[in-house]
């Protein structure tokens, strides 16, 4: 924002921020220049904090083998494991995926991700 402020400025125009704080914010004053800097500066700390927290908690809960969240799985490791099966039974790899309801580029990363089931 500070950027813009600064281009707008050097072209020779302003820019005028209504109803900020209760009220106006012209940056072509040096009054509204200065309010202006000074609620970009606090806007900036307020997301660099948010992007500091945010790396803690992730980095925490990775140390401690938690969950990072995402999108829940329609398919499970037992789909997965036979579907492997007929693969290897002869099945294109590209139907069994289709078959799914997945690509098959989602289809080989979801079994390289899998351990051999126990018979």
Do not use: C, W
């Not at 309010?35 to 992730?58: C, G, P, S, Y």
């Not at 140390?63 to 999108?71: S, T, V």
């Not at 002869?90 to 069994?96: F, I, L, R, T, Y």
């Not at 309801?101 to 351990?115: D, E, K, N, Q, V």
């Amino acid at each position: 924002m500070l950027t813009f402020a600064e281009n707008l400025r050097a072209t020779g125009a302003g820019l005028r921020v209504l109803n900020l704080g209760g009220g106006d914010v012209d940056t072509s004053t040096p009054m509204g220049s200065m309010l202006f800097t000074i609620m970009a500066a606090l806007a900036q700390m307020k997301h660099d904090i948010k992007r500091e927290r945010i790396n803690d908690l992730v980095s925490k809960r990775r140390e401690a083998g938690k969950n990072l969240g995402g999108r829940p799985r329609r398919i499970t490791d037992s789909q997965i494991h036979n579907a492997l099966r007929l693969v290897r039974d002869g099945e294109p790899a590209a139907q069994v995926a289709r078959n799914l309801g997945m690509s098959r580029a989602s289809f080989y990363r979801r079994t390289r991700g899998l351990t051999q089931p126990r018979a």
